[in-house]
Structures are given as structure tokens and as C-alpha cells.
């Protein structure tokens, strides 16, 4: 059974940054494509960041520059390293891949 859990979400202040985890287990981990996603109040789930098994990247418009997606094969975890904060990037951020598997979430505040 697939499992993705995420971590390192909390409360930053604009202009700060967050890196955000998420550990997968129960499967192959390295061949899958990975994504992160999120939800802010009111919206629709959005696309933030994807990477490839083999490592290459893309991000949403929003976020280039500024967010960075990264894995490591070995320890089955993904990653979102996230700078310059801005209270829009307020939302829940999700972990997805592996098939359609969705991690729980974590919370990403962005305020002063």
C-alpha cells in the first residue's frame, strides 16, 4: 500500500521561507513522476511543482524563482523548498504521485 505523508508546513512571515518533505513508502519510488500541489481557501487545487524520475522539473507560473522541487531516489522523498514567501502562497500543500495517490497535507501560512 502506497503512502505519502508530508511535513514542514507552518506559520512564516512574507519574504521568509519553508522547505516542505514528503516521504513515500510501499512501492518503487524512483520511476514515478511526483507533484506538488495546493489548496487555498475558496480555490481549486492547484499545481505548484512536478519532477520526473529522472529529475527534470517544472513549475506554475506563480511560484518560478522562487520554489524549487528536488527528490532523492534513494530515501523515497520529494521536496519543496520554497523562498520569498508571499501571503498568496497561504494554501495546503499536498504531495501526489505514484499513481493517483494524495498525501494528508500540510499547512503553509504566509503572514506577519
Known amino acids: 500500500q502506497v503512502q505519502l505523508v508530508e511535513s514542514g508546513g507552518g506559520l512564516v512571515q512574507p519574504g521568509g521561507s519553508l522547505r516542505l518533505s514528503c516521504a513515500a513508502s510501499?512501492?518503487?519510488?524512483?520511476?514515478?513522476?511526483m507533484y506538488w500541489y495546493r489548496q487555498a481557501p475558496g480555490k481549486q487545487r492547484e499545481l505548484v511543482a512536478h519532477?520526473?524520475?529522472?529529475?527534470?522539473?517544472t513549475y506554475a507560473d506563480s511560484v518560478k524563482g522562487r520554489f524549487t522541487i528536488s527528490r532523492d531516489n534513494a530515501k523515497k522523498m520529494v521536496y519543496l523548498q520554497m523562498n520569498s514567501l508571499m501571503p498568496e502562497d497561504t494554501a495546503v500543500y499536498y504531495c501526489?504521485?505514484?499513481?493517483?495517490?494524495w498525501g494528508q497535507g500540510t499547512q503553509v501560512t504566509v503572514s506577519s
Open positions: 501526489h504521485g505514484i499513481g493517483n495517490n
Open positions: 510501499g512501492t518503487i519510488f524512483s520511476i514515478y513522476p
Open positions: 519532477i520526473t524520475g529522472g529529475g527534470s522539473t
